[in-house]
């Protein structure tokens, strides 16, 4: 379970990179990559060395919304379709999304079991 969210750890620091590395069309992106990118990594680590189940389940919510937010911004917030940004976006949501997905899945079990 730990490994997941030290692998969410690298993506959202990535995320961070690719909104300074990566050609954006807008602020709004790059400050959205930035942020988003951010708050991915500080959750994964929490969520990684957390000491309670139950605190680590609601900091792998958080990356599981975050990778949620960040899959849906290049729409919701008008970026241009055809850049590489976007698609670094969409990809690197739905990673998170789904690696945050299996770790809060395994964690509730935990968090039940108790």
């Known amino acids: 379970m730990a490994r997941i969210s030290w692998v969410n750890l690298v993506v959202g620091v990535w ?5 300074l590395v990566l050609p954006h069309r807008s602020g709004a992106a790059v400050t959205e ?9 500080l959750a994964s680590l929490w969520a990684a060395r957390a ?3 139950t ?4 900091a792998s919510w958080t990356v599981a919304l975050s990778g949620l937010w960040i899959l849906v911004a290049p729409f919701v ?10 698609v670094n976006d969409v990809l690197v949501g739905l990673a ?3 690696l945050a997905g299996i770790n809060t899945r395994r964690k509730a079990a935990l968090v039940d079991n108790r």
């Open 55 to 58: 605190v680590s389940l609601i």
């Open 15 to 19: 995320l961070v990179a690719a909104g």
């Open 77 to 86: 917030l008008g970026y241009e379709r055809p850049r590489v940004s976007v």
């Open 33 to 41: 990559d930035i942020i988003a990118g951010s708050i991915v990594a």
């Open 96 to 98: 998170i999304l789904v």
């Open 51 to 53: 000491f309670r189940p």
